[in-house]
């Protein structure tokens, strides 16, 4: 009984929360743990498969919907909203901000239209989040 | 003449036009201030929205699109720059729009106008006021709606959703934010916010700080900004000067009104909006409230649930289809500072949810539907923080058995 | 060259530009600041004082009693905002009557008519927000308010139209005497005149001592305000002053004539004319004093807290007088309160002065009135027709608070010394001064003024010369 206590105890002690991260699946924000037990990471907190499959990316593999604007001309409005289709690396954000910051289409613009196709071979595509049209011009 | 009145064409407009309509109200129409429908999801191109109502994350352009594609599919009038200038008990709505000043006389009424920023004016912020001082909102539509920057070193006050979306904007559009100060020892804003806003791009969260002076007498140079302590007094020492070119607040939102007023509907003073009962109908016979107007909400989804039951008994009314009966009073209990509606309808075919708010954070909670001893309802809940609304619902069968005053409660665990 | 060049256009020198365009002279008008407006006159209590407590037998207790006379006509002829709302001086006990006794008797020397002194009973009556603790009330029947900005601008309307020419930007460097007047230079440009007014308000000192006058020296004086919502503008509708103590009148609860409720000012000495900063304090010391005589004041309704400065002069008197260095240079110092009230009397003074230096001939062509412009919701039906036939911009609200049509804030920007900056829009036609103080507004009013001056965006300034608004173009920064 002694032995056995002690090495839980052991084991308890061994196990580190490496970090404690907030899960931004959904607008829970759940805290998750990400635990060092002896040699490999365990993942704790997560109330769903989402969460699990958050934190689990978030270590090997952190990424970012990012979403933006791109100037349009003749259009309605001066910008159109975009995102990123799929989760961008974290480490590319600020290459794809500059990218973005040079841009520039024409109006009309359609909401789903891809305005920048797999981004750096990453397979992200930049789309429009909303519609677009031209300006009109009053007389 | 029209059967169903929308005054504002935000999400909250949008959802309760198109229910008016579904429920059969013939003719429905959408008063919109702004050039275009959408209202303030327009400028809030980040996303996040949509989980409850589509199962997808959305942007805000992308939620406001697909009920505005809805709204072009329906017969709904949509008057674009148009300003609604008064509105009378008896249903009347004056505009100002296009076509000059027109009176159009209403069956029905849903007030769906949105709320405002609190100011640096209504929280007394000391010092000058320079240019360089913004509601987040406001520096938001610039940013993403008008195409400039407001500026290049940025503190944000207040840790509201809007301050934290905006101090990762800046940040991706080439600004340093310094730091976002905030008074009280939790964010109000969500934590995933916290989370992908502000940890991912290393800014500072200052919980327990206060600004206690703006410097710069044309722009904007600089804050002091302070430790405070429970009783929020300064903490000596701990004073520091931030130096900036901007200051954005996200000091909290206001239900935005004073048209509701002129109609003479009765407000409450917790949500600031109007009284309603179940049905979303206001002390005003065949006025109707919901969305951002009603109470502040924190989720969109929300706005849009709400806004299909005051669009569907606005139509009921309009068709003199709108159940009557006995109305019982709703009161905000322990731990709770408002709940809504203020009045159940005990005939009310659809049932009610009953929102609320908590007064501070709480773990492994339990949020009770009380008349008088007897618990009529009651609602686990792992975390409730005061950011979040709470939601909890009753069906017609539990609505019918109600008689008297009912109280709603939160016990738990305090944690700040 | 010029007959007379006026330096500062705040109310004082507006005022006295306007006096001078009904006469055959030619003026400028010179000003530091982008716009008119922008000093002590931007920032006060906004009150016509009744005249009984400025001291008799001073400038002020003459001046102000002559422009009290001189408002109804003013206002009328320039059609700008003025309400003879009558005023209150309260006393608490037995040491603050006695004061209100020695207030009436001054107020009867200086000959002000409808005084009198009212119980606390009959003081409640005219007042119901007044405290239960108000033994005795003095009550002033021609104390009014006033919109300091719009007279402002309605006094510089009408002198351009009438050949006033105002300089903005225009900074005084350095004063010259030439034999037959002055030489001003400023801002790069140089003037002449035959005669120079100084109307600087808080640096009316720095200019006299360009001009070689040592003697003035101004201490400013802060005063910090706070501004209620008009949802809660009907709770007085009177001045309501405390008694005075050595400090001043103190603070002071009034009505604005937009509805708003007025609370302040404090009274501190700075070093620097351009402190306009609120503290923590001075705003705790108006809510405390405010709530003494008015307890149910709702706080909570505040929009706006705000600070002015006075330009005050030791022996605290107007100091209006002839240059020593050189007679055709005249002074006016230590312009602080009354100086609103007494602004038209003061312009009188002036033109009285200049007459006896230059002859002076009436303009057979003076253009005696002004409209001002008209505000969407306070016109009639018919009116509000008219106007949208004309000018469809007026179909167009911009500010939902106030509500400010398009239209409005066109003309205040095409006027005659129209508005640059989104402040001078606010203080002519009001967008940005309601509840939500320009979250909604600003950025159209932004977009108005950049169209209609044909400015780019980024260039439009807040309200000083280093306001600007937005940091550029938000594309484009990150290459």
């Known amino acids: 009984m002694e032995k056995l206590s002690l090495r839980l105890w052991v084991r308890k002690m061994t196990r580190v929360v490496e970090k404690e991260i907030t899960c931004i699946a959904c607008p829970m924000g759940c805290k998750l743990e990400i635990i060092r037990d002896e040699d490999k990471y365990v993942i704790e907190g997560y109330k769903c498969k989402k969460g699990l499959e958050y934190g689990e990316q978030e270590l090997k593999d952190p990424r970012r919907i990012i979403t933006t604007t791109v100037t349009v001309k003749g259009g309605f409005l001066p910008l159109v909203p975009v995102k990123t289709d799929k989760p961008l690396p974290k480490g590319l954000i600020f290459d794809l901000m500059k990218v973005i910051d040079g841009m520039s289409i024409e109006a009309p613009v359609e909401m789903g239209q891809i305005l920048l196709e797999n981004f750096q071979e990453t397979g992200v595509n930049i789309v429009a989040t909303r519609d677009l049209p031209e300006k009109i011009l009053k007389k | 003449m029209a059967d169903v009145i929308v005054i504002g064409g935000g999400p909250a407009g949008l959802g309760a036009a198109l229910e008016a309509k579904k429920t059969g109200a013939e003719s429905v129409v959408i008063l919109e201030r702004d050039r275009e429908l959408g209202g303030i999801l327009n400028q809030c191109i980040h996303n996040g929205f949509g989980l409850h109502e589509f199962q997808e994350e959305l942007t805000g352009p992308e939620y406001a699109q697909r009920f505005i594609n809805q709204v072009k599919d329906e017969e709904i009038d949509v008057y674009l720059n148009t300003m609604v200038l008064d509105l009378t008990e008896d249903r009347k709505v004056t505009v100002l729009g296009d076509e000059g000043v027109q009176v159009i006389q209403g069956k029905s009424v849903v007030l769906a106008m949105g709320c405002r920023e609190r100011t640096a004016g209504a929280i007394d912020l000391q010092g000058y006021r320079p240019a360089g001082v913004y509601n987040a909102g406001m520096a938001q539509r610039i940013l993403n709606m008008e195409g400039y920057q407001v500026g290049r070193e940025v503190v944000i006050y207040g840790s509201g959703d809007i301050g934290l979306i905006m101090a990762r904007r800046m940040t991706l559009e080439g600004a340093k934010v310094k730091a976002v100060v905030e008074v009280m020892p939790h964010s109000s804003g969500l934590y995933r916010n916290i989370a992908q806003c502000l940890e991912d791009y290393d800014i500072p969260l200052l919980l327990r700080h206060q600004i206690q002076k703006v410097y710069g007498k044309d722009r904007i140079e600089g804050v002091t900004i302070s430790q405070i302590d429970d009783q929020w007094r300064t903490v000596e020492g701990t004073e520091k000067i931030i130096s900036c070119d901007t200051l954005l607040l996200s000091v909290g939102l206001i239900p935005e009104n004073e048209l509701s007023e002129k109609g003479n509907v009765p407000l409450d003073s917790g949500t600031k909006g109007a009284i309603v009962n179940s049905t979303m109908e206001t002390g005003i016979p065949g006025i109707f409230s919901c969305g951002n107007v009603l109470h502040v909400h924190d989720i969109v989804d929300f706005v849009t649930k709400e806004s299909r039951i005051a669009g569907r008994n606005a139509a009921r009314f309009a068709r003199n289809e709108l159940p009557r009966g006995e109305e019982i009073p709703t009161r905000p209990g322990k731990g709770v500072t408002y709940t809504l509606p203020q009045k159940l309808m005990l005939e009310d075919p659809d049932g009610v949810t009953l929102f609320l708010r908590s007064d501070v954070i709480y773990k492994k909670a339990r949020v009770k539907v009380k008349e008088g001893d007897r618990l009529v309802k009651e609602k686990r809940e792992r975390l409730i923080v005061p950011s979040e609304m709470v939601q909890i619902t009753l069906d017609p069968e539990e609505l019918r058995e109600l008689n008297g005053e009912i109280i709603v409660e939160i016990v738990g665990e305090k944690n700040d | ?479």
């Open chain 3, 1 to 479: 060259m010029y007959d007379v060049i006026i330096v500062g256009a705040g109310v004082i020198g507006t005022a006295v530009a306007r006096e001078l365009s009904k006469y055959q002279s030619k003026t400028a008008l010179l000003e530091k600041n982008p716009e008119v407006c922008q000093g002590t006159t931007k920032a006060n209590s906004a009150i016509v004082h009744g005249g009984y407590d400025a001291l008799h037998g001073t400038l002020k207790g003459r001046l102000n009693r002559r422009g009290v006379e001189l408002y109804p006509g003013l206002s009328k002829a320039l059609n700008f905002p003025y309400q003879q709302c009558g005023s209150m001086v309260l006393a608490f006990n037995d040491e603050d009557e006695k004061k209100l006794e020695a207030l009436m008797e001054n107020g009867r020397k200086n000959g002000v008519e409808g005084m009198e002194i009212l119980s606390g009973e009959d003081a409640r009556k005219k007042e119901p927000a007044l405290s239960k603790e108000i033994t005795k009330a003095l009550y002033a029947k021609n104390a009014g308010i006033t919109c300091p900005f719009n007279m402002t601008y309605a006094l510089l309307e009408n002198a351009m139209e009438n050949g006033v020419e105002l300089f903005v930007n225009t900074e005084v460097d350095d004063i010259e005497h030439l034999t037959d007047g002055v030489r001003v230079k400023a801002t790069k440009r140089v003037f002449e005149g035959k005669m120079l007014i100084n109307c600087a308000g808080v640096y009316s000192d720095k200019i006299a001592r360009m001009a070689g006058d040592e003697d003035y020296t101004i201490t400013p004086n802060r005063g910090e305000y706070r501004i209620l919502d008009r949802k809660v503008g009907d709770l007085v509708s009177h001045v309501i002053f405390q008694t005075p103590t050595p400090d001043g009148k103190g603070v002071l609860v009034a009505p604005t004539v937009h509805g708003n409720i007025i609370v302040g000012p404090t009274s501190e000495s700075v070093d620097n004319p351009e402190d306009t900063r609120t503290t923590k304090e001075g705003i705790r010391k108006v809510d405390r004093s405010a709530t003494k005589g008015v307890p149910g004041l709702p706080i909570k309704e505040s929009i706006r807290i705000f600070s002015g400065i006075r330009a005050s002069v030791e022996g605290s008197d107007f100091m209006i007088e002839p240059s020593k260095a050189n007679k055709k240079i005249f002074h006016l110092v230590g312009i602080d309160s009354p100086g609103l009230a007494s602004a038209p009397a003061i312009a009188e003074e002036v033109r009285k002065w200049v007459e006896e230096t230059i002859p002076l001939k009436k303009k057979e062509s003076f253009i005696e009135e002004r409209r001002a412009i008209p505000h969407f919701e306070e016109l009639t039906n018919k009116e509000k027709e008219e106007i949208l036939k004309k000018n469809p911009h007026y179909k167009k609200i911009i500010c939902r608070c106030e509500m400010i049509t398009e239209g409005e804030i066109i003309e205040a920007i095409h006027r005659p010394g129209g508005a640059t900056t989104l402040d001078g829009i606010k203080r002519r036609v009001r967008p940005g001064s309601g509840r939500c103080q320009g979250g909604f507004c600003g950025p159209r009013v932004l977009e108005i003024l950049a169209r209609e001056l044909k400015l780019p965006m980024e260039e439009i300034l807040k309200d000083g010369p280093h306001s600007k608004l937005l940091a550029g173009k938000l594309k484009g920064a990150l290459q």
